[in-house]
Structure formats: C-alpha cells, structure tokens
C-alpha cells in the first residue's frame, strides 16, 4: 500500500524503520546477482513480472513477506520462501497474484513455501478472488522433500486446492515462465487458461531423469518446450514469445471477466478519522508497557462521528463497538490497555490492562454472535496478555465465559480481520481471533509479540526444569549462564519477525498505514461468494 508520512515520534517509529528497511532487504529476493540471471535468460524478475501485470504498484497488498525468514540456515537463506503471493488490480479485477522467486534456490519449494502458497489460495478462495500463477520453480528443493510431500498441509494440497478452487467457479490463470517440473507440473494444467513463453519447459522429469529411469535420449524442448505443448500435446492454451508477450495476453484474459460490482460505500476516501494515524505513535509504546486508551486508537482508525460503543460501561477490559470505515459498517473487539474498575458480580473491583476478565469474555461473546445476527463484518485489535488466572477469577467462572467467547468466535461467519497491536499471548490469542480462528486476514504492528506466555515468566518456568533435570551439580555461573541462554532463545521466539516467519501472521504493516490497510482488506474479505459453478455430465476421453 503507498505510504504516508508519520510526524517525528520516537522508539515505536525507531522499530517500523528497522522493519521497513529488512523487508526492503526481502523483497531483493536473491540479490542483484540472481536478477541478473534471469535478465540474461530473457526473463523479468518476478517483483518486474507483478508491476507489468497490476494496474498499479500502490494496490499491491502483500502477504507472507517474512514467510522462512531465518529458518532453514543449513541450507541458505530463503527470502520470502521463494515465492511472492499478494492481491492486486489486473485490468480492473482484483486477483490473488502466486509468483514463483527463481532467484530463490531456483524457485524450489521449501516447506514454507508450500505453506505460504496455500494461505493464498485459501485467501482467494474465501474472498472470491482469481487467481494467477506465475510459473518459475525447479519443483521441490529436494533435501528437504520429507517435509514438503505427504501431508494434509504440503505440497500435494496445493493441486487438490486447484481442483476445489475451480470447481467453485474461480478463475484461475497460470503463465509458465520458466522451469515447471515434476510434481509441480499439475498446477498450471489444473487452472482454467494456461499460458507458456518460449523457452519454458514443462514435464513430469527432465532429459537427465528420462534417460535415468527409461534409457530414453531426449532435449528439454523435444521434452517440454512451449512448441511441443502448443502443436503436439495441445497441454497450453497461449504460447508467448517472452514474458512482456504473456503478461499482456493475461491482462487481456483477465479483461475478458464481468465486470466487478461497484461498492461506493466501501472506499469512500472523502471520509477521515477523528483522530491523525500520527497519533498512534503517540499513545502506544515499543515495550508495551505504557498504558493508553484503546478508543483513542480506533478513533485514529474509524472515520470520524462514527463510533457506538456496545456495553461501555460492562466488561470494560475489552471495547466493544460498532463504526465505520470508508463507510463500511464494522464490528471492534479491542483489548483496553488502561486500568479499568468493574462493578460486575464476580469481577468487580480493579482490572489490569490488557487481560480478559469473565464480564469482559462474556461481552465479546454477546458482541460477536449480534455481529453475526446483523452480518456486519468483525475486526479484532488484540493486545492481550490472557485470561485473569488466580482464585477470584476462577470462582467468577472465567473458564467458563472464556469458552462462551472462544465457541461464539469458533461459529462466526462473517469476515472477520485482526490486527495484533502490541501482544499476543496465551489463550488470549485464541479469543480474540488468532489464526486458528479463521481470520481472512491477520496483520501485525511491527513491535508485536507472540507467545503463550511472556517472556520472563516463560523462561523462568523453562529454566527450573532444565535445571532440575541435569544429573550434576551447577555452578551459579553455569546456572545463569543457562537461565540467559533460555531466556534469550525466548525473547527471540517472541518476536513478530519469529511467527511471521512461520505464517502466523500474513503481514506486518506500520501502524499510520493500519486504516488504509483495512479499507483494503475489508473491501476484498466482504466481496460476495460465487454465485454459480460450470458443471458437465461425463465425458468420453
């Protein structure tokens, strides 16, 4: 999304930086040197191959970036996974863009990356968006193919997705635009429209295996060529000179779709919010120990005059509140970073920042099934530190009303988006819509925390047992030398970058951009499901 300038603020800022610097770094791919390869094959680089493509470069919402940052170290570094997958404007249609990295190992998929690929597809699939595919990968990075080929969630899935996907009447686009082989191949021949530039090959096993497995003596363009596809096997639709060629044909394809439905009140850019996203940088600190009023922030987010806020006066560890953005009626779940005191039965007297009470969990729970009722789409703002534990909080029945919110959330249906704002811990995650609760998307701050626990309770209950496993005796020096090393290992496992890296997150977005951000994800998570799908009796083959 194209950015806009915050005021001066400090240390907050001071970390958006460094993020925006290291995803400028990632977005390099495999350096300078891997782009100079494929410009000597005659090919663009994919981030060149996805501005030639969108309508505009600002519309490109990005997502995975961090995907394998800083795993795999044995094997090298996998910017991005090796694979780029965003949403942006093709001829007026927005479209789920997969394009393959072949400055990346060559493209070859690691298990993040198949992960990464099934996020979009369940991305479009959800939001009802095309897809397109630009094709470059030497297939699976075979040292690590135990992890990438057999389970529910590898590289198989990817194909059964394509199958599901088409058969509920989304389009998908697939342009090979370089190697295609091996298991791979299936993915472009599952798609509605194949394109392939001269020069590409697609088969099942290259000219080294061929002759390996059946003695057989072939060439890669006898084998898989683009000619030998478009005149003999009739596998590609359109065979194009180079990728300039193609890009224009899928541009043109993508043309050819109905029209999108216009949503006047779903971008309405006349409409502001109360308060400058400025003002973010304000009121929220890097450590997330400063304590500030959540409204204040959903007031730098909403457009202004907007916000009703549900049972102020109840459950008041956790906003409630119905608003607009860019005109679009919204749900918020936010988590209040301030005191509060309760009256509530049960919960009454002080409650700390950021922790669910059960007058809270009992709100959210009523909050989000009269979301529901009315089908207005959710948002969560979750810096949470978890469920208040202790005697009192047990004799108010919080596992009960937590599980209230946690079944309410689990049956939603509307769209629902979050945005970790500072923490995200515990059971706490799980309330307020983490990932394994279905969110169409989920972004984070750059200073965002993940874990079931923060990090010095964490690595003190992870010191004990290492220590008390060991046979002999510690030293002092031995045992803090170790409780350092523990605690370090898990301040390091807390980090945003750490989950982001796994798909826990889809993007990190700097907070002033946070409004822009959901306008744009709202408008594709609130798109309509496909109204019908082409079916046929069978065929004779």
Not at 81 to 89: H, K, P
Not at 105 to 115: I, L, N, Q, Y
Not at 455 to 478: C, H, P, Y
Request: proline fraction near 5%.
């Amino acid at each position: 999304m194209k950015p806009t300038t915050p005021s001066p603020t400090p240390a907050l800022l001071d970390r958006c930086n460094e993020i925006a610097q290291q995803e400028a770094t990632l977005r390099e791919g495999g350096g300078a040197a891997g782009q100079e390869r494929q410009h000597k094959l005659g090919r663009l680089f994919v981030r060149e191959r996805i501005a030639a493509l969108i309508d505009s470069p600002d519309s490109f919402l990005e997502v995975g970036l961090w995907a394998a940052h800083g795993m795999y170290r044995e094997w090298g570094a996998f910017p991005g996974a090796g694979v780029v997958t965003g949403i942006g404007d093709i001829a007026g249609h927005p479209c789920m863009i997969v394009a393959n990295d072949a400055t990346v190992k060559a493209g070859a998929f690691v298990p993040m990356t198949c992960k990464k690929v099934l996020r979009a597809q369940r991305i479009a699939f959800e939001c009802n968006l095309p897809l397109v595919y630009l094709v470059d990968s030497s297939g699976v990075f075979l040292p690590m193919q135990d992890e990438i080929f057999p389970d529910e969630d590898d590289f198989g899935r990817i194909f059964r997705n394509n199958a599901v996907i088409s058969a509920a009447g989304i389009p998908q686009y697939a342009a090979i635009m370089g190697n295609c082989v091996a298991g791979g191949a299936y993915l472009p021949v599952l798609c509605d429209k194949i394109l392939m530039t001269e020069g590409s090959g697609l088969y099942l096993a290259g000219p080294q295996l061929v002759k390996a497995a059946i003695g057989q003596e072939t060439d890669t363009e006898t084998l898989g060529g683009a000619a030998m596809h478009a005149e003999i096997s009739g596998t590609v639709d359109f065979k194009e000179k180079d990728d300039h060629a193609a890009i224009k044909r899928l541009r043109s394809l993508i043309g050819l779709l109905p029209a999108e439905s216009s949503q006047p009140s779903a971008l309405n850019s006349q409409l502001s919010p109360e308060f400058p996203a400025s003002r973010i940088y304000e009121l929220v600190s890097v450590d997330g120990r400063k304590e500030y009023d959540v409204r204040d922030v959903i007031r730098c987010l909403v457009d202004a005059g907007s916000l009703d806020e549900y049972k102020a006066d109840y459950g008041k560890s956790i906003v409630c509140a119905f608003a607009r953005l860019g005109g679009r009626p919204i749900g918020i779940v936010a988590n209040q970073r301030m005191r509060v005191q309760s009256k509530a039965a049960g919960a009454a007297g002080l409650q700390m920042p950021g922790v669910i009470y059960a007058d809270s969990a009992d709100k959210g729970a009523r909050f989000i099934m009269d979301c529901n009722q009315t089908r207005v789409p959710l948002l969560f703002l979750q810096d949470v530190s978890g469920f208040m534990v202790g005697k009192d909080a047990e004799h108010s029945g919080i596992i009960r009303s937590g599980a209230k919110m946690v079944n309410a959330l689990s049956n939603s249906t509307v769209p629902k988006i979050t945005v970790v704002t500072g923490g995200s811990f515990g059971a706490g995650n799980y309330a307020m819509c983490g990932k394994a609760f279905d969110p169409r998307f989920i972004f984070s701050w750059p200073h965002g925390k993940y874990a079931v626990m923060g990090a010095a309770q964490a690595s003190d209950v992870v010191f004990n047992i290492l220590a008390k496993s060991g046979k002999a005796e510690r030293t002092k020096e031995e045992l803090d030398a170790l409780r350092a090393q523990v605690k370090a290992g898990y301040i390091e496992q807390t980090d945003i970058r750490y989950g982001a890296a796994r798909g826990w997150v889809d993007a990190l977005i700097q907070p002033h951009q946070t409004r822009e951000t959901l306008l744009r994800a709202f408008a594709l998570a609130c798109r309509p499901a496909p109204s019908a799908s082409f079916h046929t009796g069978v065929l004779q083959v």
